[in-house]
């Protein structure tokens, strides 16, 4: 009977330490720096989308990969796995780091995104905020590729004005903020130990 409530135990502790570095893990991917976001969360770009959603820009994307290949490599994972598993453990432990590799957009109003944004300079040539506030919207040669780049953003997950946000810029981002704070996977910006 002893030797069985110390094998019980013996498990107990191992499954209590595992869940333990499992939370500190957990504890680190949470505790991430917000630069990237404090730089774009102001910003809702030409095209109507909002930076602060985007996890190339908020930084989300750079520092989820920086964790997970710790984790990855922590466990060991990228070697057992692959024994396991056939695939090439070092090559994915690669690919993280390329991701890693891609720089922080710093939103298209701080000169990121494409340099040959036609939506950006047919906004910024109109003096425009955003394609929101266009009167030619409806004939609007580039109508074409915001309606693609509003789709693929909103496929995401992103935020993105519309013609029925009428409240203030700052009013929409906190209101964004508080959306942003319950969306996988950027809601790990706003974590707290």
Known sequence: MLRKRIKVDAN???IS???FMARQDCLEICALRTGAFENVKNQIGYCAIWCGSC????GTL???????EHIIGGYGVDKWGAEEQSFDGQEFMKTLQSIQNIPVCRGCL?????????????????KLADC????????????????KVRT??????????????????????EKWTAELKNKWPSYILFLRE
């Not at 701080?110 to 109109?126: D, L, Q």
């Open 12 to 14: 107990e502790l191992f």
């Open 17 to 19: 330490s595992l869940l």
């Open 55 to 58: 996890v190339v820009g908020n």
């Open 62 to 68: 750079k520092e989820l990969t920086k964790k997970y």
């Open 110 to 126: 701080k000169g990121g995104g494409a340099t040959n944004c036609k939506i950006r300079a047919c906004a910024s040539s109109k």
């Open 132 to 147: 929101t506030e266009c009167k030619e919207f409806m004939t609007c040669e580039n109508r074409e590729a915001l309606q």
């Open 152 to 173: 693929g953003a909103l496929r995401v997950g992103m935020l993105v004005k519309n013609d029925d946000d009428k409240a203030l810029q700052q009013q929409l981002i």
